[in-house]
């Protein structure tokens, strides 16, 4: 036997075929063209430019006002410009971005810059500090009483399952598989899942959702898939239908779609347990829908739901397990699962062939709107216009087809008769009409491949999430999609609205969500984020740190609790590095500061040789060789992942030497340098060597005496 793929199948002899799965199943995996690097997460706190305002971990709030490239003792390193109270400064060297975050209040308001040289940061943060271990606690709880919780354990996988999953027309990304086995692993444990998957608008969400679905059903329970619109929740039950006819699952959908008569009749199939899967709207978590074995219930877009429908998850959750989606999480999402509180998991790997979305941002424009809806058109595409204004809908299209007499208009709003909406949505569906003007109700999750152009009117008054969202609508296959956000002809945007929108200009490269979130959240303030005697500590050190200490906390917590604090070593400072070379990212090869202030962020979360080499490949794909400074700058990097190894306080220039210094109360292991003991001189807790003149040797010695003493 020969493990491979075949495109069809083959006659051996008179009695032997061999069939390939396309000829059996009827399904063709499209095969990837190109690996792509995942779109890392912890981008997500990144991106600071000129005039921000930050929070530096040890100095506390202060502008941002650039960066200098300065020599200090016989090396030459970028520095960050810091403005503090008083017009005191700091100069942080860019390996130290680390320990920046922009600063996001509770509010929009300018925070109160630091003071340098005061105890007026440490008491700030110390409180802080004692408000999250507070709120540590109150998590905590509630963790507990999930995890100790009764649940239903699933069964693994059956041959079912593998052919459905093997069924997928597309070779799934790495994210993909690592998402399902979390799913997977949650379901088959004796406690309730509450699990979410976050991952950009069209990263496989959907198929996630399907595949946890049908394992709930293989073993004998009902699964409720609750979404935000009617029109998704007909998309999302074609999309299920399709994946599992070949299989006997009875799926049924829920909303306002069906007549009164129907959904009486699905609801009584839900109480007798002939319904496998339901998928609804609000309309499924109203008091007279009853199932008979609920196993699953998933969440799809949770931000959309009220207060209401989450205290109902809430409940649902301490009893059965619950899959949530998002694309664009909410702050109070975001902050559940940063503190480990809740599981969260990513699919951070774009989709083959997909390409970003161009956006526009202009005034309401005659000529912009019929070149974009006729360049659609003539290739064959088909265009969404939103305009989210009901009473002045119909007046648009008039002008429209007056505008563009060459495209076929159809109009689709929330407020149409349930069955009028469903034949304009499946019309449009059959391509045969090639401009849906509609309302917002196709702003979550809706798929059409064929559609690779939105025009979204008056974009200045909708919210930033919102925005992405109906953006996210196109590019879902491999053409290029574009976007027009347009706002009245002479009008002045309000500040925020100039926000959101240069906000969704910028943010067009792929695995924006994250990024969307929070800026997001700096846009409006994080408000009552964790209750409102939580927002003063906010607004005092930052939505960043705030969630840095409260993970801290909750980690501490964990520990104590599992009796594993006497074992478990307290963080232990990075190791301070100033070696005597030119070590930064000189403007002639990185010439845009946003990228070498990104390349100097993952450096420094580099914690092994390997995430060193990643960076390193990207920039040289990117940028082509390192400059000598660029070497000296990785050098170090990697000098400092083996110091924290060794428990290094410092390793510092003194007197033409190079001195590693241990942490206090440590010893050098004088033992293990013997083969090194002509080149170095060996004290109590440190070790020096010289600085020879070619500037090279010491380096190879300095890395070798490092690799010992860890």
Aim: aromatic content about 8%; glycine content about 6%.
């Amino acid at each position: 036997m020969v493990q491979g793929t075949v495109g069809e199948g083959w006659e051996f002899r008179d009695d032997t075929w061999l069939f390939s799965d396309y000829e059996i199943f009827g399904v063709a995996k499209q095969q990837r063209i190109v690996k792509r690097r995942p779109v890392a997460r912890h981008k997500l706190f990144v991106d600071i430019t000129p005039g921000d305002y930050v929070v530096h971990i040890e100095h506390g709030i202060a502008k941002f006002t650039g960066v200098a490239t300065m020599t200090d003792q016989g090396g030459q390193r970028e520095y960050l410009i810091l403005q503090y109270a008083s017009g005191d400064k700091l100069y942080v060297p860019s390996e130290q971005i680390d320990r920046l975050d922009r600063y996001i209040g509770a509010d929009d308001k300018a925070p109160v810059l630091s003071r340098l040289n005061t105890h007026e940061w440490l008491i700030t943060r110390k409180k802080a500090k004692e408000a999250a271990e507070g709120l540590a606690v109150e998590l905590l709880e509630l963790y507990a009483a999930r995890e100790a919780a009764p649940g239903y354990a699933f069964s693994k996988d059956t041959i079912w399952q593998q052919e459905l999953e093997g069924s997928f027309p597309y070779v799934e990304t790495a994210d993909q598989i690592e998402v399902m086995k979390d799913v997977k692993a949650d379901m088959e444990k004796p406690k309730p899942m509450d699990r979410l998957v976050c991952g950009d608008v069209g990263y496989g969400k959907t198929e996630i959702a399907v595949r946890a679905a049908f394992k709930a059903v293989m073993d004998g329970k009902q699964v409720a898939i609750l979404v935000p619109t009617t029109v998704l929740a007909e998309q999302h039950y074609i999309t299920f239908t399709n994946r599992m006819k070949a299989f006997p699952v009875t799926i049924a959908s829920l909303s306002r779609f069906k007549s009164h008569k129907e959904q009486k009749e699905v609801i009584d199939k839900l109480a007798e347990g002939t319904v496998d899967i339901c998928i609804g709207t609000h309309r499924l978590i109203q008091k007279d829908v009853v199932f008979k074995d609920l196993g699953l219930v998933i969440v799809d877009e949770e931000q959309r739901f009220g207060v209401a429908h989450k205290e109902y998850l809430k409940k649902k959750r301490q009893e059965v397990d619950v899959l949530t989606l998002s694309a664009t999480p909410i702050p109070r999402t975001l902050h559940m699962s940063l503190t480990g509180v809740r599981d969260i998991s990513t699919i951070e790997t774009p989709p083959e062939e997909r390409l970003p979305i161009k956006t526009f941002v202009a005034e309401f424009d005659d000529h912009v709107i019929r070149e974009a809806i006729l360049r659609e058109v003539e290739r064959n595409g088909q265009i969404f216009f939103v305009h989210n204004r009901v009473q002045s809908i119909g007046y648009l299209a008039a002008q429209l087809k007056e505008l563009v007499p060459e495209a076929r208009f159809i109009i689709g709003h929330g407020q149409m008769p349930e069955e009028k909406l469903e034949n304009v949505m499946s019309s449009f569906a059959r391509l045969e009409a090639d401009v849906l003007l509609c309302t917002t109700i196709i702003e979550s999750g809706l798929d059409m491949p064929n559609v690779n152009t939105v025009i979204i009117n008056q974009a200045d008054k909708m919210g930033l999430t919102q925005l992405y969202q109906l953006r996210g609508r196109v590019g879902r296959g491999a053409n290029l999609a574009y976007a027009y956000l347009l706002y009245e002809r002479g009008k002045r945007l309000t500040s925020l609205a100039q926000k959101r929108l240069q906000t969704i200009y910028e943010a067009t490269q792929l695995g924006a969500g994250f990024n969307i979130a929070i800026k997001d959240l700096e846009i409006r303030g994080a408000g009552t984020l964790l209750g409102h005697h939580q927002s003063g500590q906010i607004s005092a050190v930052g939505f960043s740190l705030y969630t840095r200490l409260l993970a801290e906390a909750v980690e501490e917590l964990k520990a104590k609790k599992a009796g594993e604090l006497s074992e478990m070593p307290h963080k232990l400072p990075e190791p301070r590095i100033d070696l005597p070379l030119d070590s930064y990212i000189p403007e002639r090869y990185v010439p845009d500061l946003n990228s070498r202030l990104d390349i100097y962020r993952e450096l420094a979360h580099a914690v092994t040789y390997d995430d060193v080499d990643n960076v390193t490949q990207s920039l040289i794909d990117r940028y082509g060789p390192f400059p000598e400074e660029v070497r000296n700058l990785v050098y170090s990097v990697r000098i400092k992942i083996l110091a924290a190894k060794a428990r290094v306080e410092a390793i510092e220039k003194q007197d033409g030497r190079i001195t590693i210094r241990l942490l206090q109360g440590l010893v050098v292991n004088r033992e293990r340098l013997l083969p090194f003991r002509d080149r170095v001189r060996i004290g109590t807790s440190q070790v020096s060597l010289s600085q020879e003149q070619n500037g090279k040797q010491w380096r190879i010695v300095l890395e070798e005496v490092l690799a010992r003493i860890a």
